[in-house]
């Protein structure tokens, strides 16, 4: 069930089973050189990452294996700091800081992990729709994306580098689900990796998992054919999602319930961190406004393209016929790619400011 038995491009090219490994390690291995040749980078969050690094490994290798509060900040008065940030950022540097790396060598084994698992995840999803060659190279165009590379080498946003190297897993899944719905084929293990994927993206970053759950509610009406199918996508998309938040609960409930101890308003008082300043496209009242954050502004180009491609994906189910995919999963994935990409793109912009206020 790995390979879709509709209509695809045949392509005369072979190559040995143990080729795409190689290619993606290389890959990643190239897209975090810099890192690998001069250490870790500068980037706008290195005293945040380099701190919580440093205290959270020590905090597990002295038995505290669940850190929530950080004994060691503010002069031993503590910061309870992962009560309320997802900690997968922190969790994949520890195999690191175990063989005895300093917190910079740890941050960048970890980079470089995330970006092998975002480069095998978009492979293994390619890999539904495509030659394996053709997903190969879409794997690599997914490991040197610009605002993956913006968020790993100037942001330094860690929590987000986790959760877009996850998305292509939580994508993997549900098209396995769709297929098996389709082809009525065994669907338990999708789900499970499904479950798996997606409470890994709820610990990794919480505006990634508000998004990327708004744009994954369409996809079972976006693929079923018939009623039963939605009914069947409902059930196992839907219960997959729920399955993972679930596992993530440990963390997300407290998050949630803790709230009322959050003084947010000291935080927003920071135009950096006003997160209705943070938008690519601000309403300010007499018209479209880019933004100005020193970090986000060159980040507008992309956003256009993004859009873009979004609106394509929508329009392209629009062409005659004979310039239509004849592949059902392409033309309704085209569909559903197109409208979440456009969805999320509504999201960057202060139309959507009461989401995150909420």
């Known amino acids: 069930m790995d390979r879709y038995s509709g209509p695809r491009l045949k392509l005369f090219l072979l190559i040995p089973g143990w080729a795409p490994i190689l290619f993606l390690s290389l890959g990643a291995g190239i897209v975090i050189l810099p890192m690998l040749r001069q250490g870790y980078p500068l980037v706008h969050s290195i005293h945040f990452n380099l701190m919580w690094v440093f205290q959270y490994s020590q ?55 995330a970006t092998a698992v975002r480069g095998w995840g978009t492979y293994r999803l390619g890999g539904l729709l495509w030659p394996s060659p053709v997903a190969v190279a879409a794997a690599l165009a997914a ?9 790993v080498y100037e942001r330094g946003a860690i929590g987000e580098v986790w959760a877009i190297s996850l998305i292509p897993w939580v994508l993997w899944a549900g098209w396995r689900l769709v297929l098996a719905v389709w082809l009525g084929q065994k669907r338990f ?35 079923a054919r018939t009623g039963r199918e939605l009914r069947l996508l409902g059930f196992w998309l839907y219960g997959g999602t729920g399955m993972g938040l679930l596992l993530a609960s ?17 935080i927003n008082g920071w135009e950096m961190y006003d997160p209705l300043q943070r938008f690519l496209l601000i309403w300010n009242g007499q018209g479209l406004q880019l933004s100005q954050q020193e970090f ?39 569909l559903f790619l197109g409208l979440s ?14 989401l995150y206020q909420i």
């Open 250 to 266: 440990f963390f997300l409930l407290p998050a949630a319930l803790d709230q009322r101890w959050v003084s947010i308003d000291l």
């Open 143 to 151: 490991m040197a994306s610009p605002y993956f590379l913006v968020d």
């Open 59 to 113: 905090q597990v290798f002295g038995g505290d294996f669940y850190p929530r509060w950080l004994e060691s900040s503010f002069f031993g008065l503590g910061n309870p700091t992962f009560v309320f940030y997802p900690p997968l950022c922190m969790a994949a540097v520890l195999p690191f800081t175990a063989l005895g790396w300093p917190a910079g060598s740890a941050l960048v084994g970890s980079m470089l992990l």
């Open 341 to 354: 990409t456009v969805l999320a793109c509504v999201m960057m912009t202060s139309l959507s400011g009461p």
């Open 296 to 334: 986000d502004a060159h980040l507008v180009p992309y956003f256009w393209m993004a859009l873009l491609l979004g609106l394509a994906g929508v329009g392209g189910m629009g062409l005659p016929e004979r310039f239509r995919s004849q592949d059902p999963l392409a033309r309704r994935g085209l």
């Open 189 to 223: 293990s999708a789900m499970v990796v499904l479950a798996g994927s997606y409470a890994l993206l709820g610990l990794a970053h919480l505006p990634a998992l508000l998004v990327w759950t708004l744009v994954w509610l369409g996809l079972p009406w976006v693929m």
